[in-house]
T-cell receptor, first 116, second 113 residues
Framework: DAGITQSPRYKITETGRQVTLMCHQT?????MFWYRQDLGHGLRLIYY???????DKGEVPDGYVVSRSKTENFPLTLESATRSQTSVYFC???????????????FGQGTRLTVV | AQSVSQHNHHVILSEAASLELGCNYS??????LFWYVQYPGQHLQLLLK??????LVKGIKGFEAEFIKSKFSFNLRKPSVQWSDTAEYFC???????????FGKGNQVVVIP
């Protein structure tokens, strides 16, 4: 099915462990984003990517790593999870159409991560 | 980087009341503007968007928003809310030519039947 999917939907991990959140989109959108959503902070940008092999830091990148070897995938890795990274993580993609026409961002269902 | 401000983070109102949520951004250039809605337990969905043209844009479910360039604002309105409008509403901005999308902190809206 076309769309943007995140996996897993729920994850519990221990402090210090590495964990990877997956994001896959089927539209071939150029741009992809990772946000975290926390009460009182709204959505904060962690990393974004303008194309395969092009990534850039957002507002809160510390403790996270991303890669984008293929246009459709944009995994987010927590190298050594901390309790402060307990959050809901949303992946999004955005297209760049013909004649510089923008589209809106489309969001995945989210991953609820708990670090214990 | 651009920033987005939303005020009145918690709004409680009765059905049939009118709703207006403010959004201000700080960026001097041309921007693309969005309002997203997040129903309880769900992901973000687009309510409406502004790229260019008529500054009054209409979205889904009876929502509309007005872009006032001189005030750097993009306020959301609905004349008569329903219980099903209970949700969190986010304003988002991306500069033209740069699709880095920044969000405000959101407005939690509760509509009482």
């Amino acid at each position: 099915d076309a769309g943007i999917t995140q996996s897993p939907r729920y994850k519990i991990t221990e402090t210090g462990r590495q964990v990877t959140l997956m994001c896959h989109q089927t539209w071939s959108h150029s741009y992809m984003f990772w946000y975290r959503q926390d009460l009182g902070h709204g959505l904060r940008l962690i990393y974004y990517s303008a194309a395969a092999d092009i990534t850039d830091k957002g507002e809160v990148p510390d403790g996270y790593v991303v890669s984008r070897s293929k246009t459709e995938n944009f995994p987010l890795t927590l190298e050594s999870a901390t309790r402060s990274q307990t959050s809901v993580y949303f992946c999004a993609s955005l297209g760049q159409g013909a004649k510089d026409r923008r589209t809106e961002a489309f969001f995945g269902q989210g991953t609820r991560l708990t670090v214990v | 980087a651009q920033s987005v401000s939303q005020h009145n983070h918690h709004v409680i109102l009765s059905e049939a009341a009118s709703l207006e949520l403010g959004c201000n951004y700080s960026y001097g250039g041309t921007v693309n503007l969005f309002w997203y809605v997040q129903y309880p337990g769900q992901h973000l969905q687009l309510l409406l968007k502004y790229f260019s043209g008529d500054p009054l844009v209409k979205g889904i479910k009876g929502f509309e928003a007005e872009f006032i360039k001189s005030k750097f604002s993009f306020n959301l309105r609905k004349p008569s809310v329903q219980w099903s409008d209970t949700a969190e509403y986010f304003c988002a901005v991306s500069p033209y030519g740069n699709n880095r999308l920044a969000f405000g902190k959101g407005n939690q809206v509760v509509v009482i039947p």
